[in-house]
């Protein structure tokens, strides 16, 4: 599976997820994207690939400038604040028109407007004003749409299967913005981060992470975490304009999976039991498959004073932890549950439907890892066994 996996130790923002992107790319597709965004029509935009590096490392940054004038190191709208200053202010309203006159795929063109809607909905939550009412200063308006579009017209061109992107630091102290000084994250920038893994180091003072950087990895990532297993082709460096004692790069892997392997995240949750009879657990075990848990175990085990219990052991994904937590608490009478966060690799997996004379056999094939297993599925199997008066053996036989 293709995949692109964004590594944000020094957080991220449009500029640097851009370079990022650009630095994949041969030097002629480059210059094709970079062509294409100064052909936008975007009044006094333009946009250009330097080269650049921090700490010894070289890569890209990718630099806007609106009327000759970079507008990043004095752009509110980018640190939560949508000032009220001497230039000419634009409503969401207007970005949506700009963004529609693009000639861009329309795919492009409702990502972009998708990302930029969710900075919209950011600042309204962080100033308690409708949509309607925020307003965005010109300069800071046009240098963040290119930002979104180029990272959304990239991501387009590479077209990676999924996109994963690692826990994001945000920065430490404070950010100065028209209204004030305001903490690190950011108001806008906090919203937009909710439900995503992220931590700050002291050593790192100021905004790591942006809204336009926030809301471009969760419109695009597909998950978090540490970079999976996958066979590495190209690695591109975004750097953005501030000097820390580490490389303040967005660093872009883009790769494939492990012949045919990939990683999983899942969770294991558990609870010893002592106080259930064998059918309550059973018909327990049953909800928690009907709650989707991908396996539930349970183990003999003794607990204190000596008394026979069982350990209840569920594998899920962890975005059903929620509805099995329920459940447990539900359908058992534990009154606690532990669980953990781990990492597994699993082998990619086909299924083939074959037709004997007594019905239909699927097949399940896994293969990753140099290794090629298959398995007729017992359930069918077993019905056609019934229903004709063989023995398993015989609708095996059969079939092969």
């Not at 790192?204 to 297993?229: H, M, N, Q, V």
């Not at 039991?273 to 349970?298: N, P, S």
């Not at 781990?342 to 083939?352: E, G, H, I, K, T």
């Not at 896994?366 to 019934?386: N, P, T």
């Amino acid at each position: 599976m293709k995949t692109l996996y964004l590594e944000c130790n020094m957080g991220a923002a449009g500029d640097m997820l851009a370079g990022a992107l650009l630095d994949l790319l041969e030097e002629n597709e480059q210059n094709e994207v970079l062509n294409h965004l100064n052909g936008l029509g975007l009044e006094g935009v333009s946009v250009s690939l330097e080269e650049s590096s921090k700490c010894g490392i070289a890569g890209k940054h990718f630099r806007v400038l609106v009327h000759g004038e970079e507008e990043k190191s004095h752009d509110d709208q980018d640190q939560g604040c949508p000032g009220e200053h001497h230039h000419h202010h634009v409503t969401m309203e207007s970005i949506e028109h700009i963004i529609r006159s693009f000639p861009l795929p329309e795919e492009v063109k409702q990502d972009v407007m998708n990302v930029y809607g969710m900075i919209a909905d950011a600042e309204s939550h962080a100033h308690q004003r409708p949509v309607s009412e925020i307003h965005f200063h010109e300069l800071g308006m046009k240098d963040a749409i290119m930002d979104v579009t180029a990272v959304c017209l990239l991501l387009h061109k590479i077209h990676p299967k999924q996109v994963i992107a690692s826990p994001i630091n945000t920065g430490w102290g404070e950010v100065r913005c028209m209204h004030g000084i305001v903490p690190v994250p950011a108001p806008a920038t906090e919203y937009l981060l909710r439900g995503i893994p992220t931590y700050s180091l002291e050593k790192f003072r100021g905004e790591l992470c942006t809204p336009t950087g926030a809301a471009l990895l969760k419109t695009f990532a597909s998950s978090f975490g540490s970079r999976p297993i996958m066979t590495i082709e190209k690695t591109g460096y975004g750097m953005g304009e501030k000097d820390f004692e580490a490389a303040n790069c967005v660093r872009a892997f883009l790769g494939d999976d492990s012949a045919g392997s990939r990683e999983q995240r899942i969770e294991k949750l558990e609870a010893n039991i002592d106080d259930m009879t064998g059918e309550e657990i059973g018909f327990a075990m049953e909800r928690l498959f009907e709650a989707g848990a991908r396996d539930v175990f349970i183990t003999p085990i003794f607990m204190k004073k000596n008394r026979p219990a069982y350990l209840l052991s569920i594998i899920c994904l962890p975005e059903n932890e929620a509805s099995i937590l329920k459940c447990i608490f539900r359908y058992t009478t534990t009154l606690g549950v532990r669980y953990q966060l781990m990492d597994r690799a699993v082998l990619s997996r086909s299924l083939q439907s074959i037709e004997i004379s007594g019905g239909t056999i699927r097949r399940k094939t896994a293969s990753g890892y140099g290794a090629v297993k298959s398995k007729l599925e017992y359930d069918d199997v077993a019905e056609i066994a019934r229903n004709t008066g063989k023995t398993l053996q015989e609708v095996k036989e059969e079939v092969r």
